[in-house]
């Protein structure tokens, strides 16, 4: 018994060393020698633990995968804009501690299209889409809601992956930028459907006159005018 | 000489091929003994001429992504909502005919994570990055723009995989949907930023009102307090 905890600390620190070395570097740039030396153990003893660089960045993956996850979860309590703006603040955040292994994985690094890792990636993005509409309040989406949701979740992880080539715009504004973007893409939707309308409306109701979604609007009603007239 | 067109021609009809059935099935799915006998020739002929199935896949994809950067080309005339719609109905005519190929490639093919496999998806990407700042009359675009256009990319990329999965939403309504999506996302950054509001005005000062972009602005605006009141 005292062995396997002894089996499973080592397994869990040489992941945590490994997941360090991945976000920093494109995990195609580390080496199992460099995770050893950074574990303080031998090249021969991570092999004992892990079978191969695959596997051990397959692991640092999930656990990867796991944290992303839990920082999804937000109380269901006061405006939905505000609790979205929360939460896509902590996957900046996570984008920002994480950025070249992020972008390696999903630019195509060492395991991409290994079904291990396409398969982390889907659990990942229906945890959020999943998480989202909980917080809508809704179990059986409609068509367009569906779309609107998980073509937001891309384009979050797409506008994070630019982002980080440069980093030429401020965290908090791009934080910001996506939970409008959001709000754009659902009233696109609901401009043209009635379905949508309805639930847009159910939404924006609850906004306060100061919160992300209703400045927004305030802002594209004023731009309208301004931008029509030359 | 006359011999080397004939070669060239067997590679041509043999990519033609491999692009309709890589196109119709997952390539997963389809056997170079298949290939051989669409094309009426025998299965080591085939490889006379591609040494594998990811090469003739390869030139297949090749095929079928300058086929799709031909399609962004558009004459630089009228309304800029106008030629956008007009692109992307050839977009999505090409993913409704290309449907499980593209689904397969943009989700994890055989050949993904090939470094071939990539640069070509990222040459298309960019060929639409190119020919959108081209219509926009912007050579040096600033970083908020940079995002706008390649984040919308994005976003077409991920609306037309979830349209494919069921094709619940008619593909002119998705069409329609995703140039008000561009004019949602570019409004969203112009709200917060002079640059973009700037030119946002010079784009829609010459849209017509019965265009998709002054469409799209009354009804939103018509949205805004609908929703807003409960």
Do not use: C
Request: hydrophobic content about 45%.
């Amino acid at each position: 018994m005292r062995r396997r905890m002894g089996v499973e600390e080592r397994r869990q620190q040489l992941i945590g060393v490994a997941l360090e070395l991945f976000s920093n570097r494109s995990p195609d740039d580390v080496s199992i020698d460099e995770i050893a030396s950074a574990a303080g153990i031998s090249r021969p003893l991570v092999y004992h633990y892990f079978p191969g660089k695959l596997s051990l960045y397959e692991a640092a993956l999930k656990r990867a995968a796991d944290e992303l996850a839990e920082r999804f979860v937000e109380p269901h309590e006061g405006p939905l804009g505000a609790r979205l703006l929360r939460v896509t603040g902590r996957f900046l955040g996570f984008v920002d501690e994480h950025g070249p292994g992020f972008s390696a994985l999903m630019r195509g690094g060492p395991a991409v299209g290994s079904s291990t890792t396409n398969a982390l990636i889907d659990s990942v993005r229906q945890a959020a889409y999943d998480q989202i509409l909980a917080h809508l309040g809704v179990t059986a989406p409609p068509a367009r809601l569906e779309l609107v949701v998980r073509s937001w979740i891309s384009l979050a992880e797409s506008t994070a992956l630019i982002w980080l080539d440069g980093r030429r715009i401020p965290r908090a504004e791009l934080e910001l930028q996506l939970v409008h973007d959001f709000a754009a893409l659902a009233a696109v939707s609901a401009a043209y459907d009635d379905e949508m309308a309805l639930l847009l409306g159910g939404i924006l109701a609850d906004e306060p006159a100061d919160g992300p979604f209703a400045d927004l609007l305030g802002r594209l009603a004023a731009l309208a005018p301004r931008a029509v007239l030359p």
